[in-house]
């Protein structure tokens, strides 16, 4: 479901890391920008500069977790946070 108005900050950052795996263009989308690129992408990179988080393109904020669990790995984890 893409946002009714363009999101900004963390909320920004969280959307495009969501679904930086589907491109820029419907990352875009999904964030409220429609078609606006440019404005998609100035925006996260200082949404990203405000957290201290350095990127050169969408596909950055793809994490190696996200990463393991698309190509099927194994996620290890304790049952609970009070069992770590």
Known sequence: MS??????GIELVDCAKANARQGVEVAAELCGYGQD?????QELQQACQGMGVE??????????????????????????????
């Open 3 to 8: 946002a009714s108005k363009p999101l900004k």
């Open 37 to 41: 690129i440019i404005s998609f992408q």
């Open 55 to 84: 990127i050169s393109e969408l596909s950055d904020l793809i994490t190696e977790q996200q990463t393991v669990r698309q190509r099927g790995g194994v996620e290890i984890a304790p049952d609970s946070p009070s069992s770590l």
